[in-house]
């Protein structure tokens, strides 16, 4: 077997079946496991993801003071830029970008740290990148993390269910492991302390860079909103800003599902979906406010820009750009170039759409 075989810690209701045929679990599967793995009292490993869902529980509070009290025009406009565009772009150019596929290369840490932390932080990088390497090497097949051939819930709560890396690896293989996030400045753990708490980067390293993360930007946003004399001053503006952080912590459990197809094996089939591979799709909201056009990314996975023609915005390739300019980011993969070639141009050629029956086999019982 694989590392990626084994990597992550395999659900109760199993990734597949003996013929090796996907297994859709229950509502109730899915919910009993959800609760099971955040459990601490069974295991105090479980510590990590339950704190990721404690973050989102402690936004929540802002989003519904923002809704009962401080609910203005000014103020919805805040929380939807923020939570939408800038929480939504960063997430795509930090954690899938760079700390997932390495896509550009920070000059020094002064750089990436201040890319880390212009947003308010929800998701420990763990979490994300070590298990989106699997949903590329699998995506839409058995042990895909995030399938959605699983259903919606399967989806929203992976990263619980799906995502936690295997707690019992070897030695050999931990070392291995932990190269996953050892470039995104995350103090890691010993192999003693893996086996200890469960996960690659330390515990204290976690709880210390979110706590001042938060400590830092709800002081910054008070004192704005303070000056800006937004409805609830500096109150009203850490709600619309926390508050919309809450709304893109909920809504980024929910891309994947929507991004391959919703579970029924169907593709958007226009002029701009070109994989053919998976499920993948360009979804036109995800990609102007986050630059995540999902299908030219699964083509093209280690590009730092994914937004390949003149119509699709991309704000992280803009952001890469500029520090590039600036001097931050000293090298970068654009695959614009090839994706035209390898794509754009034999499909002008054939002047046509690709027909229904070119569709990928049906893989959903895979």
């Given amino acids: 077997m694989k590392l990626s075989d084994y990597l992550l810690m395999e659900p109760r209701y199993k990734w597949a079946d003996e013929n090796g045929n996907f297994i859709k679990p229950t509502l109730g ?23 990721a869902w404690l973050l989102v529980l402690l936004l929540m509070p802002a989003f519904l003071l923002l809704i009962i009290k401080y609910l203005s025009i000014g103020n919805a406009l805040i929380a939807f830029v923020y939570g939408m565009v800038i929480m939504g772009s960063h997430g795509t150019m930090w954690y899938h970008r760079y700390s997932t596929h390495s896509a550009f290369t920070f000059k020094n840490k002064f750089w990436k740290f201040i890319s880390q932390h212009l947003v308010i932080k929800v998701i420990p990088e763990e979490l994300y990148v070590v298990s989106h390497h699997i949903h590329h090497e699998k995506s839409d097949k058995p042990g895909d993390p995030y399938n959605a051939f699983g259903g919606f819930f399967y989806c929203f709560l992976a990263d619980t269910n799906h995502q936690l890396m295997n707690r019992e690896l070897s030695e050999v293989d931990y070392n291995v492991a932990k190269k996953n996030i050892a470039h995104t400045g995350s103090i890691i753990n010993t192999y003693e302390q893996y086996l200890k708490y469960g996960t690659i980067a330390h515990p204290l390293y976690i709880f210390l860079s979110t706590f001042l993360n938060w400590a830092f930007w709800g002081t910054v946003f008070y004192f704005l909103g303070e000056w800006v004399g937004n409805k609830g001053g500096g109150i009203g503006m850490l709600c619309a800003i926390f508050g919309g952080t809450f709304l893109w912590a909920v809504g980024v459990r929910t891309f994947n599902y929507e991004g391959h197809g919703k579970g029924k094996g169907k593709k958007g089939w226009g002029d701009s979906d070109y994989n053919r591979s998976d499920y993948s799709i360009n979804q036109v909201w995800a990609g102007y406010v986050a630059g995540e056009w999902h299908n030219n990314h699964h083509l093209f996975a280690t590009s730092a820009r994914s937004g390949f023609l003149p119509y699709q915005l991309d704000l992280p390739w803009l952001y890469v750009q500029l520090l590039y300019k600036l001097g931050g980011i000293t090298e970068f993969r654009d695959n614009k170039k090839q994706f035209i070639e390898k794509y754009v141009e034999p499909y002008k050629i054939e002047h046509k759409f690709i027909e229904s029956s070119a569709l990928p086999p049906d893989i959903s019982g895979v």
């Fill in 29 to 51: 599967q899915i919910f009993s496991e959800y609760f099971y793995r955040i459990n601490i009292f069974r295991d105090k490993r479980n510590w990590f993801p339950l704190y």
